[in-house]
């Protein structure tokens, strides 16, 4: 059965550091979200993408966060300069058309030192 | 004001017994759907199930059945005969087609389960 893909596993990254998060969706899905989770809360949604740009972003979602599909293939999170408080759980997902399920990837555990 | 209620936020069974999750959800609009996922300790997030509002139907799948009533906002879920491998957090969420244009899942805070042998 296909599956979202998410590289790497765990991220360790110094505060300040840029870092990218990297998906692969399910490959003919058409929209695609980023999620986190904080240990221990609750799944937040932070963006949603759809036709190469953003369709919807949370108040998460500030100017230190981007997406970008550079490739057709891969979806990508980029965190410009990392704060303490982005340590959690990203979680990729895609979804073949509208009201359809939302198929999670594994999750990046991305750890700000 | 929270849009998904997991009111129980652990619950401890010992297996064979039944054990059934809540969820009361608010949306003013008519059309939206709802769903729950399952994160085992792994901590993936795993599709379990899928509701839209206008069909209020139970569903049952194996060991696990969904309760939809409208009239009272919930979803909620039941395992019956429960095993140790049903332990994980429950996530009940709802998407709203209407008022976004994204099917952006708003999660509610999860019930953690644990199933005891």
């Known amino acids: 059965e296909p599956e979202v893909t998410q590289t790497p596993s765990h991220q360790v990254t110094q505060m300040g550091q840029e870092v990218i998060l990297r998906c692969v969706p399910i490959?003919?899905?058409?929209?695609f979200y980023w999620y986190r989770q904080i240990l221990g809360q609750k799944v937040e949604f932070l963006v949603s993408?759809?036709?190469?740009?953003?369709?919807?972003k949370s108040e998460i979602f500030d100017d230190q966060f981007s997406v970008e599909r550079p490739d057709g293939s891969n979806f990508t999170l980029k965190i410009r300069s990392t704060k303490l408080e982005d340590s959690a759980m990203y979680f990729c997902?895609?979804?073949?058309?509208?009201?359809?399920?939302?198929?999670f990837g594994d999750g990046t555990r991305l750890s700000i030192l | 004001a929270q849009k998904v209620t997991q009111a129980q936020t652990e619950i401890s069974v010992v297996e064979k017994e039944d054990v059934t999750l809540d969820c009361v959800y608010e949306?003013?609009?008519?059309?939206?759907?709802l769903f729950w996922y399952k994160q085992p300790p792994s901590g993936e997030l795993v599709f379990l199930i899928r509701?839209?509002?206008?069909?209020?139907q139970n569903e049952i799948s194996g060991r696990y059945s969904w309760n939809f009533q409208k009239s009272t906002s919930s979803f909620n879920f039941t395992i019956t005969a429960s095993q140790v491998v049903d332990s994980a957090v429950y996530f009940c969420?709802?998407?709203?087609?209407?008022?976004?244009?994204?099917?952006?899942?708003?999660f509610g805070t999860g019930t953690r389960l644990q199933v005891f042998p």
């Open positions: 997902a895609s979804m073949l058309l509208r009201n359809q399920p939302q198929h």
């Open positions: 490959s003919n899905h058409l929209y």
């Open positions: 993408f759809y036709n190469n740009e953003i369709s919807e």
């Open positions: 949306t003013r609009d008519t059309t939206y759907y």
């Open positions: 509701r839209n509002s206008f069909d209020e």
């Open positions: 969420a709802l998407s709203e087609p209407a008022r976004q244009n994204t099917d952006k899942l708003i």
